[in-house]
């Protein structure tokens, strides 16, 4: 999580000690977890508590927001909405589509057994 409070304190902390940690670049986002921890360690009790509170609040809307995603309702928000409308109009046009296709697809499959039951007919006939 990013906390726009201590966001800058461990950008700064990393940027002093990574030049000389001497550690892959790979290593780079751990050795910024390890710092941010180091950090949240030696504030007061009352900052921890105030941070572990915000966490379990953003984490509690984060999974009701899942939760009603899950149940695939329709949104109310507009802006949502609106985003979604152009993505309706191309469906009757895929439905069309795909359904054009099964029915080619079979003509074809029917055609093949045909001839095959054909083949079969002179061959063993």
């Known amino acids: ?7 800058k304190k461990v950008s700064d902390e990393f940027d002093a ?33 105030r941070l572990e509170q915000e966490a379990v609040e953003q984490h509690k809307k984060a999974l009701a927001a899942h939760n009603l995603a899950l149940l695939a309702k329709p949104s109310d928000d507009p802006e ?21 296709l099964g029915t080619c697809w079979q003509q074809s499959f029917s055609r093949s057994l045909m001839a095959f039951g054909l083949i079969q007919a002179i061959r063993f006939g």
């Not at 910024?32 to 900052?47: G, S, Y």
């Not at 985003?83 to 069309?96: A, C, G, M, N």
């Open 17 to 49: 000690t990574w030049s000389t940690s001497g550690k892959d670049q790979s290593y780079a986002l751990a050795f910024r977890c390890d710092i941010a921890k180091a950090l949240l360690a030696a504030e007061p009790d009352d900052v921890q508590d």
């Open 1 to 7: 999580m990013q906390h726009p409070d201590f966001e």
């Open 80 to 100: 949502h909405q609106q985003q979604y409308v152009p993505i309706f109009y191309l469906i009757p046009s895929k439905l069309t589509f795909i359904t054009e």
